[in-house]
């Protein structure tokens, strides 16, 4: 087993971390403060082909793979996670999923926009009343020959306001269930019939836009029903099986940055005439952050080369996401005691570490469904795919 960077991941790593420095880290704050999307970041990580993992170059991919990916990610993540959303957003939700189930004329026209930043990319699943039981969801289209007409809604989507090509998942059979749905890549920007409401008032990742969706006989032509019809249901899970590397990637990120502040802050920070790091209580909170960050990162690169290696990863993914947000969340909620008071103003990033942190546990699956999927591979109810 080979625990060593390559030459090529340390140039990537090198080249994230200080995109992340220049580009993301002056905003931060003033960003959150505002709940704003500074859209050009995106542009941005476009240009510096930070979009593209795992795609091929013909389609403006980078050419690398998934070791190269999470350690970009997680460089960008540590700094803001907000803009982790990106890389799921547009490369590995609709990009990689085209790429994998699309047309070639699907592929031409919508994976290079993607992969270069000029288009924001976005997947919907969620309905109001349809969140884990994706088969549930009730939008449908209804096929009316040389086109589909879409009717309903969809909650809580990433990007789902400024995003300019998504995949939509909805049911084409009524009563169907999982095996009644279908995707569509939706050209937000030339579909009439959608109101894009953004949902303002959230916990965390406030400069993440998230949105509600409302589909009202919104024409969407037969080419851009992505894969066959029916068989939207496997499209999203194999979807999943790659976006949520980027939650859980994220959220091992997160629990990085909350572990270095508070060593910082535990060095620097004096009571009783010593740095407060010298107490042995102190000691065993940043102990524990530690060894829970260092065994989320390891499970988050094993996932990684499992897909690198195109093995089967479902298991490894879901538990890399399920103990990188455990370790986030405990990493965030240990820095604001470290932190004392500080940790609860708004002078250091506790906080936003915080609210961020809660969202790994909901989105791309709940901590319980992905407890599920480890379980149920493990007792052989399921393939491990
Ligand atoms: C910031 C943010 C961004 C998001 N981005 C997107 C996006 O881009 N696209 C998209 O489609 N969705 C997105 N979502 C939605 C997210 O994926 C769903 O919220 C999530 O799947 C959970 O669904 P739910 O909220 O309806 O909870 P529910 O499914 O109603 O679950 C409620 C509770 O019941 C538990 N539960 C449900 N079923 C089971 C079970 N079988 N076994 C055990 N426990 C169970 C859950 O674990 C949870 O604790 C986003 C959500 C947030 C908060």
Redesign the pocket.
Known sequence: MDFGFTEEQRMVQEMAKSFAEKEIAPYVEQDEENHYYRREILSKMGEMGLLGWSMPEEYGGNGMGWMEAVTALYEIAKVHTSWR?SI??NCW?PAMTILEYGTDEQKKKFIPPLLSGEAVG?????E???????GSMKMFAEDKGSHYVLNGS???????HTSDIGLV?VCTEEGGGPKGLSCFIIDYNNTEGIERIPINK????WS?P?SELVFENAQVPKENLLGPVNKGFPICMWMLNNTRMGCATGAAALSAAALEGSVAYANERTQFGQPIGKFQLVQAQIAEMKLEDDAALQLVYRAAWLKQNKMPSQQQTSMAKLYSCKAAVNAANIAMKVYGSYGYSDEYPCGRWLRDAK?F?????????H??IVAGIELGYQPNR
């Open positions: 959303l799921s957003g939700g976005s997947f919907a699943m969620t109001a009343n349809s969140g884990s039981d994706v969809k909650m809580w989507i990433s990007g789902g998942y959230k916990v965390g990742m993440a998230t969202q546990e909901t989105l791309e699956g709940t901590s319980n469904i407890t599920t």
